[in-house]
């Protein structure tokens, strides 16, 4: 019952931050965004608590533990990103240390893939290198305002998201599990709210509005699956 009621408490707050931002309110909306992180986190933590004396013990734990850490450092880039908005004259070196952040978190999540399923194949990480090669061609066609460091963290951060994907769509199509349904569908939508991201930050789009909304929106729904396969995973 706790699970669909911080669902939606989570949902509730995350709508809250989209609508703030769009109204160009940047302190409360970091606020409300703060508040759906720690939403994340507390539907990961309840999760487990429901789950912690099923039957799937030794795996479970150190799932939550990679998903949990994989949310906590997403909560960081959160904090990161936020401050930005209101402390503007740091903004180049906020946004690399999000950027940073949140990386750390999908290696967790990627690690937290192989966890449910240890198979290793190289196929997943052909095609996000393939992937990423043309999301820079991309990235230099477009003219994104990045100096040579900024790029290729950017371009690594892509790839690890790609193969975050890539590594779970592989996965779903070995298992055909409900947890690989969930995970692939979050990373998916991973890679279209940082892609939708890079553009604006990046580039000079003027109308930023829609634009903010589709990637708060598909980042808040990738991370309230990530953390609700704590309490689904089977």
Do not use: W
């Not at 479970?60 to 401050?83: K, N, Q, R, S, T």
Request: with cysteine; aromatic share 18%.
């Amino acid at each position: 019952m706790f699970i669909p009621i911080l669902s939606v408490i989570t949902a509730v707050f995350a709508t809250l931050t989209i609508l703030l931002r769009r109204k160009g309110k940047s302190f409360e909306g970091m606020l409300c965004k703060f508040i759906s992180s720690f939403g994340f986190m507390s539907m990961a933590f309840i999760g487990f608590c429901y789950r912690i004396d099923e039957a799937d013990k030794v795996l479970h734990p150190f799932y939550f533990c990679l998903v949990a850490f994989g949310l906590l450092f997403g909560l960081g880039g959160d904090v990161l990103l936020g401050i930005k908005e209101i402390a503007p004259k740091y903004k180049t070196r906020l946004i690399a240390l999000g950027t940073f952040a949140f990386l750390i978190g999908h290696f967790f999540y990627l690690a937290s893939f192989y966890m449910a399923y240890p198979r290793f194949s190289i196929i997943p990480y052909i095609a996000a290198v393939i992937i990423t090669a043309i999301t820079a061609v991309i990235m230099k066609a477009v003219k994104m305002k990045l100096d040579s460091k900024m790029f290729a963290l950017s371009v690594f951060y892509f790839f690890v998201i790609a193969l975050c994907a890539c590594v779970s769509g592989y996965m779903l199509y070995l298992t055909h599990s409900l947890t690989f349904i969930i995970t692939t569908i979050a990373s998916v939508v991973f890679v279209i709210s940082d892609s939708v991201l890079a553009f604006v930050y990046f580039t000079p789009v003027k109308r930023k509005n829609p634009l903010v909304t589709i990637e708060l929106a598909t980042y808040y729904t990738g991370q309230i699956l990530m953390a609700a396969t704590v309490y689904l995973i089977r």
